[in-house]
């Protein structure tokens, strides 16, 4: 976690700020500007939202973020509205911070960012400061204006780069500020609101900003991509990936950051945002066939995943998987959050399901008994070994720290033959999985040689 105690510089000015959209960034970014002395009014359609917020109960899972909005609260800099034009109502500058899902053409859809425009439109201030957080296409800056029809109003662009788990420690403590302005005199503007971030600020113009922030993602996405065809590579040649990768990454021009093989990547963000690169690429006729082929390898590892679980079960091609018996350890995207969109764990067990399993999933941010509408077909379990207790295939599919210190030799007592872990994440031990009398199977690692052995 940041310094909370981070204190405002000398030139630092207050600004009256609102947020619209209090998620995973609005929510990050008014209680984080509110902690580096600004006035912030955060405001959300969902009024159960609001009034939660209000009495200070965060409903994400984040890291360090009750403490932030605590802190606004009590120094009276954080309030929470209804609508987005209580943010905007006394506010010089407005953050949107809506979301951008992707549209059924695989672009992004702007409908929450015009609504939102819309709606501030009447009762934003003169000379007001209206910034897009939100992650949009190329020529969403001018889109934005156009909908405002304010010409005494500047907007800029300002993507998030801040990532679920770490949310408010990234904010605090980012490697750039980037800011997308025709008018510099605006974009400083912004940049001086950060000024108690210790971060360069990068001030270009819309265009510009916007595609940094795709292009941001599109690489990271290539950059697990990557690793995770080299993993299969591995499996084929009989090489083990954890090697490969402390081998390049001890290259500096590498880097070992975000090469760690595993399901594919998945949540909110890396899965709409890559369709959109494409999207956005091919509307100004470019063939991003690069990107192409990082999604396609995303997806086939997902599938490559679930090939491992029947694999394991010793399951025939093609045939089902009624009365076998499974139990996947975690449903998140990834640790540290509790957010299941697009989580590959969650994929996994659907397609664990679809082919007739019985399916049992443990994860530490979802409740017996309160598991998401949309997701059924598989019982939650209480604990670990509650989603190990008869499965004949055990699967590590988030990288939850608890996981990593299961007792083996109870989870080997409470499988069923022929006691198999499948680890999506790498996250084990494959020494001690087979010490416990279990049989193992991770992404790329060398079948029957551990490491380090
Ligand atoms: P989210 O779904 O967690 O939160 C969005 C909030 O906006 C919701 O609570 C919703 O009720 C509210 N909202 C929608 N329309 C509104 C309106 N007109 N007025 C007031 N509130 C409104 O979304 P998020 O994950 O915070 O993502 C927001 C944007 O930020 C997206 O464009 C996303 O791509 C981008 N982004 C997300 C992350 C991340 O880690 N989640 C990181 C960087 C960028
Ligand atoms: C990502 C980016 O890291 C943020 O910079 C960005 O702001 C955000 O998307 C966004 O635009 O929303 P986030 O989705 O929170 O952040 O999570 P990451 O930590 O980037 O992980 C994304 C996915 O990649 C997860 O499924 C994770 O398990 C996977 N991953 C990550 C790997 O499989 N291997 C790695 O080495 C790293």
Redesign the pocket.
């Known amino acids: 976690m940041s310094d909370l105690h981070l204190l405002p510089q000398d030139s630092f000015a207050p600004v009256r700020a609102g947020v619209v959209g209090a998620g995973y960034v609005g929510l990050t970014t008014g209680a984080c500007l509110a902690h580096l002395g600004h006035h912030v009014v955060c405001a959300d359609i969902d009024e159960e939202r609001v009034e939660r917020l209000r009495r200070g109960e965060i409903p994400i899972v984040e890291e360090g973020l009750a403490e932030v909005v605590a802190e606004g609260l009590s120094s009276g800099r954080l309030t929470f509205e209804v609508g987005a034009a209580a943010a905007a109502a006394d506010a010089d500058v407005v953050f949107l911070c809506v979301p951008t899902p992707q549209g059924a053409d695989g672009g992004a859809d702007l409908r929450y960012i015009e609504a939102a425009a819309a709606q501030i439109a009447p009762v934003l201030k003169a000379g007001a400061l209206v910034v897009n957080k939100s992650?949009v296409p190329v020529g969403s800056t001018r889109a934005v204006e156009d909908v405002l029809e304010r010409p005494d109003v500047a907007v800029v662009s300002n993507p998030?780069?801040?990532?679920?788990?770490t949310a408010v420690y990234d904010f605090l403590n980012p490697d750039r500020v980037v800011i997308g302005a025709d008018d510099r005199s605006a974009g400083e503007r912004l940049g001086d609101m950060y000024a108690g971030l210790n971060a360069p600020v990068i001030i270009t113009d819309p265009a510009s900003a916007e595609t940094i922030k795709y292009a941001?993602?599109g690489f990271?996405a290539m950059k697990?991509s990557f690793v995770n065809a080299i993993a299969a590579m591995c499996e084929a040649v009989g090489a083990n990936v954890d090697d490969v990768v402390e081998g390049i990454g001890a290259d500096r021009r590498i880097g070992k950051a975000?090469?760690?093989p595993?399901p594919g990547?998945?949540?909110?963000?890396?899965p709409k945002?890559s369709r959109a690169l494409v999207k956005i690429a091919a509307d100004y006729g470019y063939d991003f066939t690069m990107m192409k082929g990082v999604i396609d390898v995303n997806d086939e590892q997902r599938r490559r995943m679930v090939a491992k679980v029947r694999a394991a079960l010793g399951a025939e091609p093609g045939l089902g998987l009624r009365s076998r018996v499974v139990g996947v350890l975690g449903l998140t995207?990834?640790p540290g959050t509790d957010d299941l969109r697009a989580s590959?764990s969650v994929a996994i067990v659907e397609a664990l399901v679809a082919a007739g399993a019985t399916v049992q999933a443990y994860d530490p941010t979802v409740a017996v008994g309160r598991l998401p509408a949309e997701l059924d077909g598989f019982t939650l379990a209480a604990d670990p070994y509650g989603a190990a207790a008869g499965a004949e295939v055990l699967v590590v599919a988030t990288e939850w720290p608890e996981f990593a210190v299961l007792d083996l030799d109870k989870v080997a007592g409470l499988m069923a033959d022929p006691r198999a872990i499948v680890d999506t994440r790498n996250l084990l031990d494959p020494a001690a999985v087979r010490a416990a009398g279990l049989s193992y199977d991770g992404v790329g690692r060398r079948a029957e040689r551990p490491r380090h052995e």
């Open positions: 992650t998030e780069f801040l990532r679920e788990g941001a993602n990271l697990i975000f090469l760690k595993g990547w998945g949540g909110s963000c890396f945002d995207y990834k590959p």
